[in-house]
């Protein structure tokens, strides 16, 4: 269990810390990446601003909605008008606007390690960078799968034509009443595989992904692992946060690292075994790959 005592601060420097940093990365056995939405957002895939007023100025005008995070709670007057604005959602984030050099920088320094991706993110756009299905989770979902709401089943239906349909042919805010989604097994109403209640589906796929993900934890419990956090913040943090501390804790071999804007910490029992970066992702990258002295790091 890890400590409730939390670390902020450290004496190491910036610079001290990205050597050591890109020391960790060179020499890990085994390296354990937690994806959260502040990469995204690092990347550029904002929810709101003018991303958001392009794609969805007129749901504002109507609703007061903000951005496109506290849109998805938005109780919408009809379905046809909540597929309109989840349409719109998905396909801007899931089909288009797809690529970012951050991810693909990110690829680059990642894919010649053994490497496995955990992610709360549910965009594919680690997928999109080039990295191997087989080494991802997306624990929460994913914009591109719709399973049923009753649900009947763990069954879930890939939407890219649905989607598009629903774009092409949307008037206003709203999609045609035929284009509702309906689930092929009991005729409910589809919804989105997304984990925001109890009834998530997990499909085979899913647990296939969770299978692989433990066994490449359980392979490398005892080997010299960096769990590193990119982007992750607390609103899971059951999820990767607190899985990541307590793996660092009960391996003496491992450490942890967290990249984040707004939240980067540590508990005090492995905070010699962690560094913190208050930083902007896409700078500690660039970082990364710039030539540094030799220093003894950890």
């Given at each position: 269990m890890f400590s409730k005592k939390l670390t902020m601060k450290s004496t190491m420097s910036y610079s001290a810390k990205i050597i050591a940093l890109k020391q960790l990365i060179e020499t890990a056995d085994a390296i354990?990446?937690?994806?959260?939405?502040?990469?995204?957002?690092?990347?550029?895939?904002?929810?709101?601003?003018?991303?958001?007023?392009?794609?969805?100025?007129?749901?504002?005008?109507k609703y007061g909605i903000k951005d496109m995070y506290f849109g998805s709670f938005t109780k919408f007057d009809t379905p046809q008008e909540f597929w309109g604005f989840w349409s719109r959602k998905i396909y801007y984030n899931r089909y288009v606007d797809t690529r970012a050099?951050?991810?693909?920088?990110?690829?680059h320094m990642f894919n010649d390690k053994n490497y496995f991706i955990i992610?709360?993110?549910?965009d594919h756009m680690l997928l999109h960078a080039g990295f191997d299905k087989h080494r991802l989770f997306y624990v929460q979902g994913d914009y591109g799968l719709l399973q049923c709401s009753v649900p009947c089943s763990q069954k879930t239906?890939?939407?890219e034509d649905m989607i598009r349909q629903m774009i092409a042919r949307q008037d206003g805010l709203s999609i045609p009443t035929e284009l509702l989604p309906t689930c092929p097994n009991c005729n409910a109403p589809l919804t989105l595989n997304l984990r925001m209640d109890d009834k998530f589906a997990q499909d085979t796929?899913?647990?296939?992904?969770?299978d692989r993900y433990e066994a490449f934890l359980k392979t490398n419990s005892n080997s010299k692992v960096l769990y590193l956090e990119l982007g992750v913040g607390n609103n899971t943090p059951s999820i990767i946060k607190w899985p990541f501390w307590n793996y660092t804790?009960?391996?003496?071999?491992?450490?942890y690292t967290c990249i984040s804007y707004n939240d980067a910490y540590a508990p005090d029992n492995i905070s010699k075994r962690s560094i913190c970066l208050l930083e902007d992702i896409k700078k500690v990258l660039d970082d990364l790959t710039l030539p540094m002295p030799k220093d003894r790091g950890f």
């Open positions: 354990v990446i937690g994806v959260g939405a502040g990469l995204s957002l690092s990347a550029g895939m904002e929810f709101d601003g003018e991303r958001f007023e392009r794609y969805f100025g007129d749901f504002k005008q050099q951050l991810y693909d920088d990110l690829f992610t709360t993110n549910a239906y890939e939407n796929g899913w647990y296939k992904a969770l804790n009960a391996n003496k071999n491992a450490y």
